[in-house]
């Protein structure tokens, strides 16, 4: 028994010393597959440390008993219920209060990290005197607080800016992202890297023997954060930063500068401004649906498991949606043939693939591997050995039709067959099948490499295995899966169809594309509509008018009626709406004296909304949840606003339900409100 932990038993810590006087603690939190600080876990562990403190070890290596990470950070479930209950500041309080135990403990203090290590993980190796990391692929390094609409709180935004310098910390902080070891290691964030058979005897050897940061390391720790160096790099943050977010819509990255610009002193003072201000966050409307689009998040993931039963893909159809999501399955480990109807629509796809492996695959060596994963097949041999084929190829039932009484005889018993289409019901393309039940819709958006959703489309004769295993296919090439009915435009392309057809509308008007994007931008989508129609192509946003106006009974402007004229498809033929230079829009200046008008941003969003309501009254998705997950994840729908039907929540049935009426007397029916909105889940 360790000298002062005598009569003490612990569910998430266990310690041990060895011979040379360093004592193993090793975080092992009892009923979790995962490591997270939850309010019992920091108990213990201040328990631990209060005791370790009274007689000291020669020294303390903190690794995990978890094999599949170091520490997740707080646990999220938690500090919701707090938020809840009105006490986010004493959970607050007391992880800053723990972690500076750890820091002021009188022996030497080493984290020895293995794969993920993440928030109040990060913080807790802050709070050591070195650090050590294993440089495996799985070891991550981050405090991605800001994407909950917070920032470090329990000494992280404190501790880090000393220790690697203002620049190296605040891009991390700011942008929430990982690092690996490697690169954790040349901001001198951990001490050594080390192979991960080697990590505790690594930290061993650190606490017996220390290790001498470099001076200048040390230096410009120091010299970053003085009084004037803060006033000075403050501003030029807040530049950073409003470049990617508006201040109104994501306050915590400001918060964190301004803290940081004004707090000086000693630790204790400086952890005290940290505190208040996290606290001050943690209340606010979008750290309260960010941390809701956390949890829709991790509902996405867990649809399906782990077992798809799929191990080699089929695609046919090498345009760009077709050949992206070939390449983007060979990226992610899966056996890939691509087929069209000519090589040279193959070789297109397999130029674009090249393109992705080298953005993407790090190390040059691997790429050889990674691009002999994806095959060339013309003649489409691949079809037999698949377990799944998707069909990518143009918007026409017919033709889609035919395709399938080609492939689907040449399947293998259990291979799945399904379609990208983006808006066709699945009624009109499942009849000449002779296995429906293994036939389904797989809806990816553009660009493959970037959009984190597919849907998985549902119709009435399809099994429940397809849907399983479809939606666990996902998950194995890391997007998210959201299972929707396949009723025209399923759920992202239906409601999105509405707000893109009243920007076409108001461009005819005369309302200038730059001020109809600027209006969006300012709701808190990602990109305005305008340049989304363009960067969609107007030829498919035709195809998608034709399909999806009739249904839902929607007025199409001249702009979408007709197919574009060649070579103005908008981004990909370097003309549209805009002209495209270097993949950027160009927006003409609008007149300074210009004034947008009033209601613009209304007439943009409230049909989005609408739809929403009708869409979730119709059953397209199972619940509320659901459908706001995929507008955020498939649209990029403003996750601070926590989705549509959270939107309509916050803001109010009433309140919206006025703005509608309003838009209605002044520019049609087509705002008038649709069905659902008498929905208990609206309110």
């Not at 009188?106 to 290590?117: D, L, Q």
């Not at 917070?150 to 800016?161: F, Q, T």
């Amino acid at each position: 028994m360790i000298a002062g932990l005598d009569g003490l038993r612990f569910s998430h810590w266990q310690a041990e010393q060895r011979p040379d006087g360093i004592v193993l603690l090793t975080f092992d939190r009892a009923g979790e597959s995962v490591n997270t600080f939850a309010q019992d876990v920091l108990l213990e562990l201040d328990a631990l440390l209060e005791r370790l403190a009274l007689d000291p070890p020669r020294g303390l290596v903190l690794r995990s008993g978890k094999a599949r990470g170091f520490i997740a950070g707080a646990d999220i479930r938690e500090f919701a219920e707090f938020d809840a209950k009105g006490t986010i500041g004493d959970s607050i309080r007391r992880g800053q209060q723990v972690f500076q135990r750890l820091a002021e403990l009188p022996c030497p203090t080493v984290a020895a990290i293995h794969g993920f290590c993440m928030g109040g993980g990060t913080e807790l190796a802050l709070a050591c005197r070195y650090r050590v990391a294993s440089n495996d692929p799985s070891t991550r390094i981050g405090l991605p607080e800001v994407k909950l609409g917070i920032y470090p709180g329990w000494g992280g935004s404190v501790r880090l800016p000393r220790l690697v310098g203002v620049p190296a910390a605040m891009d991390m902080m700011l942008t929430g992202r990982t690092l690996s070891a490697a690169a954790a290691r040349g901001i001198g964030l951990v001490d050594r890297v080390v192979d991960p058979g080697q990590l505790v005897e690594a930290a061993v050897e650190l606490a017996l023997e220390g290790a001498q940061r470099p001076f200048r390391q040390r230096f410009m720790g120091w010299l970053g954060n003085t009084w004037p160096a803060r006033q000075l790099l403050a501003p030029m943050l807040v530049k950073q930063v409003a470049r990617k977010a508006r201040r109104e819509h994501y306050p915590a990255p400001y918060a964190l500068i301004e803290t940081w610009r004004r707090s000086g002193g000693g630790i204790q003072k400086r952890l005290d401004a940290e505190r208040r201000s996290v606290v001050k966050l943690a209340g606010t409307p979008t750290a309260r649906n960010l941390t809701r689009v956390f949890f829709l998040q991790e509902r996405l993931k867990g649809l399906g498991g782990k077992d798809s039963g799929i191990q080699r893909v089929h695609v046919v159809g090498a345009g760009v949606m077709g050949g992206d999501i070939a390449a983007w399955a060979a990226y992610k480990g899966f056996e890939v043939t691509l087929q069209d109807r000519e090589q040279a629509f193959i070789d297109k796809a397999m130029a674009r693939a090249g393109e992705l492996f080298a953005k993407r695959v790090k190390v040059e060596a691997n790429r050889p591997e990674v691009a002999a994963r994806l095959k060339s097949d013309l003649d489409g041999t691949g079809i037999a050995a698949a377990d799944l084929v998707i069909e990518a190829i143009v918007e026409q039932p017919d033709a889609k039709r035919g395709l399938y009484a080609d492939v689907e005889p040449r399947l293998g018993a259990d291979a799945l067959l399904a379609t990208n289409t983006s808006s066709i019901p699945l009624d009109e393309l499942r009849g000449g099948l002779a296995h429906p039940e293994r036939f389904a819709g797989l809806h990816y958006f553009n660009p493959v490499a970037l959009m984190p959703l597919v849907e998985v489309v549902r119709h009435d004769g399809m099994a429940a295995d397809t849907e399983r295993r479809l939606a666990a296919f996902c998950r194995a090439i890391d997007k998210l899966p959201v299972p929707v009915a396949g009723t025209p435009g399923f759920l992202v392309n239906r409601l999105l169809f509405p707000y893109m057809l009243e920007a076409a509308t108001a461009y005819a008007e005369g309302i200038p594309g730059a001020v109809i994007d600027r209006a969006a931008v300012g709701f808190g989508m990602p990109m305005g509509p305008i340049e989304l129609l363009d960067t969609v192509g107007l030829d498919v946003a035709t195809g998608v008018a034709a399909e999806l106006a009739p249904f839902l009974g929607l007025p199409v402007p001249a702009s979408l009626a007709t197919p574009p004229a060649p070579g103005r498809r908008g981004r990909k033929d370097g003309q549209g709406l805009y002209a495209w230079v270097d993949g950027k829009p160009k927006k003409p200046e609008v007149p300074k004296d210009y004034k947008a008008p009033e209601d613009l941003e209304d007439r943009l969003i409230l049909p989005l909304v609408n739809e929403a309501v009708a869409a979730l009254h119709e059953g397209v998705v199972a619940d509320a949840d659901l459908l706001d997950a995929g507008v955020i994840f498939g649209t990029g729908f403003a996750p601070f606003r926590g989705g549509p039907i959270q939107y309509v929540r916050e803001t109010g049935v009433e309140a919206v339900l006025m703005r509608l009426a309003r838009l209605q007397s002044v520019h049609g029916e087509r705002f008038a409100p649709r069905p659902g909105w008498d929905s208990p889940a609206l309110r």
